[in-house]
């Protein structure tokens, strides 16, 4: 047995047959020197090493799997690792794997995440190999194990700063067409020569408004894009007039909506309206719900945004009574596990992840996105964002 062990530590791979244990008279001369030499690499490898008997209970593990498990030598022996180790995240498709490869009795590999004594998980790269006597009969299977955490976790992060990259330019092609659009119209007036000097300053002044727009819009996106990259879990909270916003947003989508004929409408808000929270994520949370209420409102027919001053915080309420949902798209948008999307009353399209980051933008913000809509009827989309540290949440 601990022949095998070391021909496959030194090898770094295992033997693709089985293996029975036989002992030559060169090995029976050197027996103490072996002892010794296996003992010591089994003991000061830094992979965790287990054997376990044909029942799956560990007969012995090396000091490696006591630093990564946390579990002592006395306190691993006689369990079974699946049963010591594996826990409410552990991938079900790799226990079967495991349990099956074990059955059979043959060679397996393979990436599971495990569970530490004090519940901390980590990954692992386990390769085991089944070891039988003389007469084919399994008696014992050995394991080694990788701790290859630390691979996962960059593996998720490039997973992650991937998923920005799409977000970006999700962003950038959802947000950039308002003002845009604003733009797009007064070169169009210029072309047909519908604009008259007398009209001029006021034609200037909503360009001006238009570029200062965009280049706002920009900022927020880098700004938000910042704050992704640093992955600290928090980010720059400060005091910010969320009627002053409301009103920069409405000039904003005010060209998208006339287009549609529709109203943008404020109820309660009258500046300043003081919350505490990051002001790029406030911007592009309004921006996306009010972009989706014009998206999903027919002709004729009013976007009202209103605010709810409570003591601790505020419930901002972007509604519209256009087309509504139905409670299986209300349950497939609350999900954000996956983008949904639907045309708009004028077969506008999407990506489907502008609510995804408006979900995500008012969790990091401290907040409680709420839906409520009906087919015909409507769609309500409240929000909270705290004034202080702590606030009370919309029901």
């Not at 296996?38 to 593990?61: A, G, H, M, Y």
């Not at 920069?248 to 909506?257: D, E, G, K, T, V």
Request: hydrophobic share 35%.
């Amino acid at each position: 047995m601990h022949i095998t062990a070391i021909l496959m530590l030194q090898n770094s791979t295992f033997l693709k047959q089985p293996v029975c244990f036989t002992e030559n008279s060169e090995l029976k001369k050197n027996k103490n020197v072996f002892k010794y030499s296996l003992d010591l690499i089994l003991q000061e490898t830094v992979n965790s090493v287990v054997l376990t008997d044909s029942d799956q209970r560990i007969l012995w593990v090396n000091k490696a799997f006591s630093k990564i498990t946390e579990f002592s030598f006395d306190e691993a022996i006689g369990k079974r690792p699946g049963e010591l180790l594996q826990g409410k995240a552990t991938s079900a498709k790799a226990k079967t794997y495991l349990r099956d490869k074990i059955e059979a009795g043959v060679p397996f590999q393979c990436d599971i995440l495990n569970y530490s004594k004090s519940g901390r998980e980590y990954w692992i790269d386990i390769k085991g190999q089944p070891i039988f006597d003389e007469n084919g009969k399994l008696i014992q299977f050995f394991s080694i194990q990788t701790d290859i955490t630390e691979r996962i976790e960059w593996q998720q992060k490039l997973q992650d700063m991937n998923n920005i990259k799409d977000k970006v330019i999700s962003v950038m092609s959802h947000d950039v067409k308002a003002p845009i659009a604003s733009l797009q119209s007064v070169l169009a007036l210029m072309g047909e020569d519908l604009i008259t000097l007398d009209i001029l300053p006021s034609i200037f002044e909503q360009l001006s408004k238009s570029v200062s727009s965009l280049s706002l819009l920009v900022e927020n996106i880098l700004g938000w894009v910042k704050v992704q990259l640093q992955n600290t879990g928090t980010i720059q909270m400060e005091d910010v007039d969320i009627a002053g916003t409301t009103e920069s947003i409405i000039s904003l989508y005010q060209p998208i909506a006339q287009n549609k004929k529709i109203m943008l409408t404020t109820t309660d808000i009258s500046s300043p309206v003081v919350v505490h929270t990051n002001a790029g994520y406030v911007s592009l949370i309004i921006r996306n719900l009010v972009n989706n209420a014009i998206k999903f409102s027919k002709e004729g027919q009013n976007v009202e945004l209103s605010i709810e001053d409570k003591e601790n915080c505020i419930v901002y309420t972007v509604k519209d009574n256009g087309v509504g949902m139905t409670e299986e798209d209300i349950k497939k948008l609350s999900s954000f596990e996956t983008a949904f999307t639907r045309l708009g009353t004028n077969n506008e399209t999407g990506s489907g992840l502008g609510l995804m980051f408006v979900k995500e933008s008012i969790e990091k913000c401290g907040g409680k996105l709420i839906i409520r809509s009906k087919p015909g009827e409507g769609s309500s989309f409240c929000f909270t964002l705290p004034k202080k540290d702590t606030y009370d949440q919309p029901q």
